[in-house]
């Protein structure tokens, strides 16, 4: 059996990339592709208790960096040796909505910690499970910030503790998906965001079946 193919959704805060990928997961059906959707932090039930901590500030106490970035990388070990792995075994696709590359960029590169000891840890808890495909969708901290407003208010939810970081740490966010994706050029595309919905779907598409259908 022919194994899945794996593709993961990146980008800052308010990019769009869960409606993108709930878009992608569709027209991989419509071409009778078989998909498994990931969110992360969560995925798992494990996951989704770390994804409770890591958004949510239900304690007084801060988390350090060292602490997010194990607390990520523990929901993810879960999640691929649960979900993500079996599925790419049995042949079937998937379609992250986010994976390590976040936490290279956020913890690593915003948040300072070495870039080395966070490759080590993605080594250890990925093992060699890594996308085929990463479409980075790129969009400037101020519009992210206007769009997660307007979801906030239809919604009636509120920021998460990451989206609450000032906006120095936002625009390092955006210039480390940015310096990725110049350091990989064969496996991550990068997407304006900025684009209407309709637009991004096409250009997200155009990727898919350039890298992956060829």
């Given at each position: 059996?022919?194994?899945?193919?794996?593709?993961?959704?990146?980008g800052p805060d308010g990019a769009g990339k869960s409606t993108q990928a709930r878009r992608l997961i569709a027209r991989l059906?419509?071409?009778?592709?078989?998909?498994?959707?990931?969110?992360?932090?969560?995925?798992?039930?494990?996951?989704?208790?770390?994804r409770r901590i890591l958004q949510h500030e239900e304690f007084r106490e801060p988390l350090c960096a060292e602490a997010e970035?194990?607390?990520?990388?523990?929901?993810?070990?879960?999640?691929?040796?649960?979900?993500?792995?079996?599925?790419?075994?049995?042949?079937?696709?998937?379609?992250?909505?986010?994976?390590?590359?976040?936490?290279?960029?956020?913890?690593?590169?915003?948040?300072?910690?070495?870039?080395?000891?966070?490759?080590?840890?993605?080594?250890?808890?990925?093992?060699?499970?890594?996308?085929?495909?990463?479409?980075?969708?790129?969009?400037?901290?101020?519009?992210?910030?206007?769009?997660?407003?307007?979801?906030?208010?239809?919604?009636?939810?509120?920021?998460?503790?990451?989206?609450?970081?000032?906006?120095?740490?936002?625009?390092?966010?955006?210039?480390?998906?940015?310096?990725?994706?110049?350091?990989?050029?064969?496996?991550?595309?990068?997407i304006s965001a900025a684009a209407p919905e309709d637009e991004v779907e096409a250009a997200v598409w155009f990727e898919v079946?350039?890298?992956?259908?060829?």
């Amino acid at each position: 059996m022919r194994r899945g193919r794996f593709i993961s959704i990146e980008g800052p805060d308010g990019a769009g990339k869960s409606t993108q990928a709930r878009r992608l997961i569709a027209r991989l059906e419509r071409r009778g592709v078989s998909v498994v959707a990931t969110r992360e932090p969560g995925g798992t039930e494990a996951g989704e208790a770390i994804r409770r901590i890591l958004q949510h500030e239900e304690f007084r106490e801060p988390l350090c960096a060292e602490a997010e970035l194990l607390l990520f990388s523990a929901s993810r070990a879960q999640l691929v040796r649960r979900v993500i792995s079996p599925a790419l075994e049995a042949g079937i696709w998937v379609v992250a909505d986010r994976f390590a590359d976040s936490t290279t960029v956020y913890q690593g590169i915003a948040r300072g910690l070495d870039l080395e000891a966070v490759a080590a840890v993605h080594r250890f808890a990925v093992d060699r499970v890594w996308p085929d495909l990463t479409l980075i969708l790129d969009i400037a901290p101020e519009e992210g910030r206007r769009r997660r407003a307007q979801r906030e208010r239809e919604t009636g939810g509120g920021p998460d503790r990451m989206e609450r970081e000032r906006t120095e740490f936002h625009e390092q966010v955006r210039a480390g998906y940015l310096e990725l994706a110049r350091r990989e050029p064969a496996r991550c595309r990068v997407i304006s965001a900025a684009a209407p919905e309709d637009e991004v779907e096409a250009a997200v598409w155009f990727e898919v079946e350039r890298v992956l259908f060829a």
